[in-house]
C-alpha cells in the first residue's frame, strides 16, 4: 500500500510507467466537471472510474482484495477514511467473486486507517487488503478518481 498526495514534491524512487500513467491522466483531466462514468486509458489495462459516493460508517464497508488490478484510489473533493492491511492469507473470506477480480472480507484483524483529502491517494496492491469508502467522523459526500492497473503490467521484463 502507497499513501501519498499530488501536492507532495516528486519522489526521487519514480513509480513503475503504468502508475505514473495513471496519475498523469488524473493529473491532466477536470475531475470536477467530469461525468461519473469509466474512462480508458489503455483499454481495460488501465482505466479509471469516476465516482460520487456517500462514505459510511465503518461497520457498513466491507474490506476487499483484487487479484489482477491494482486500484489506485484519489479523492477529488471530500474526506474519505480508507482502511488497509496486509494480506496474510488467514482471513475470513465473506464473498469470493474472482470472476469480477474482488473477494470480500470479514472479521479483518490489524486495520489500520488514512483520511485521504483532496489530492491525497492511496494505492492498493494485490498483496493488500483496503476498506474503501468508509466516513471519517460523519458520512459526507466524496468524489474520487479510482484507476485500475493491470498488475501485470508492473510485472519485471
Known amino acids: 500500500m502507497i499513501f501519498s498526495s499530488s501536492l507532495a514534491i516528486d519522489c526521487p524512487c519514480p513509480y513503475p510507467a503504468a502508475i505514473r500513467t495513471a496519475l498523469e491522466w488524473i493529473a491532466g483531466h477536470d475531475l470536477t466537471g467530469m461525468e461519473p462514468g469509466t474512462y480508458e486509458i489503455q483499454g481495460r489495462d488501465i482505466y479509471v472510474n469516476i465516482q460520487d459516493i456517500t462514505t ?67 494505492i492498493f496492491f494485490s498483496d493488500s487488503i483496503h476498506r474503501p469508502c468508509c466516513a471519517a467522523g460523519s458520512p459526507g459526500s466524496v468524489r474520487k478518481a479510482v484507476a485500475k492497473i493491470r498488475q501485470s503490467l508492473l510485472e519485471p521484463t
Request: hydrophobic letters at 30%.
Open 56 to 122: 459510511k460508517p465503518m461497520e457498513e464497508c466491507l474490506p476487499e482484495r483484487h487479484i489482477d488490478y491494482l486500484d489506485l484510489q484519489y479523492v477529488v473533493s471530500g474526506v474519505e477514511r480508507m482502511g488497509y492491511a496486509p494480506y496474510t492469507g488467514k482471513e475470513t473470506v465473506q464473498w469470493d467473486m474472482r470472476d469480477k477480480d474482488i473477494i470480500l472480507y470479514k472479521d479483518l484483524e490489524n486495520e489500520n486507517f488514512v483520511d485521504v483529502v483532496p489530492g491525497g491517494y492511496c
